[in-house]
């Protein structure tokens, strides 16, 4: 009987630690962007290269944080990606001349300075980082 609340005891705590949380990232753009939301499916096709525009809302630029928590919860919240996988993907397409590196920056102030600056540019950041000058995208 022991053992059994024991198996039942670990069984809740992993069923806890596997709800789904609610991102702490948030998708940021250019006033220039006309949409207010975004699709999981476009901001993956955005962010690996397949487009360079969302749906009906002209061209857009995406932009990239440095390796840290910010950047890895962005591929894995909306892009169901890992770090390696997104690198991966883009030295392919640089390699073979369809595309060229998206620029990468270090924080979260100068991913909103830069997108705020940038004609059609869209990235992410920390949802509680400010962000004046940028609008924030929904992700459905």
């Known amino acids: 009987m022991k053992k059994q609340w024991h198996f039942i ?11 789904p949380v609610k991102a702490q990232v948030v ?3 250019n006033p220039s962007v006309k949409a207010d939301s975004v699709s999981k ?3 993956k096709d955005v962010f690996t ?7 009906g809302n002209g061209h857009v630029v ?3 944080q440095k390796e840290g ?24 397409m640089v390699m073979s001349g369809r595309a060229s590196m998206p ?8 991913m909103v300075e830069y997108v ?13 980082a400010p962000h004046d000058g940028v609008k924030e995208l929904a992700v459905h």
Do not use: M, Q
């Not at 620029?103 to 100068?110: C, E, G, Q, R």
């Not at 940038?118 to 950041?125: H, K, L, N, R, S």
């Open 9 to 19: 005891f670990l069984a809740a705590a992993a069923a806890l630690f596997t709800l």
């Open 27 to 29: 998708v940021i753009a």
């Open 41 to 43: 499916s476009e901001l």
């Open 49 to 55: 290269g397949e487009s360079s525009s969302l749906k």
């Open 62 to 64: 995406p932009v990239f």
């Open 69 to 92: 928590a910010t950047h890895t919860e962005f591929l894995s919240a909306y892009l169901n990606e890992s770090p390696a996988a997104i690198l991966i993907c883009w030295r392919g």
């Open 103 to 110: 620029k990468s920056l270090d924080s979260d102030a100068a």
């Open 116 to 128: 705020a600056h940038t004609a059609g540019a869209i990235g992410y950041i920390n949802k509680a």
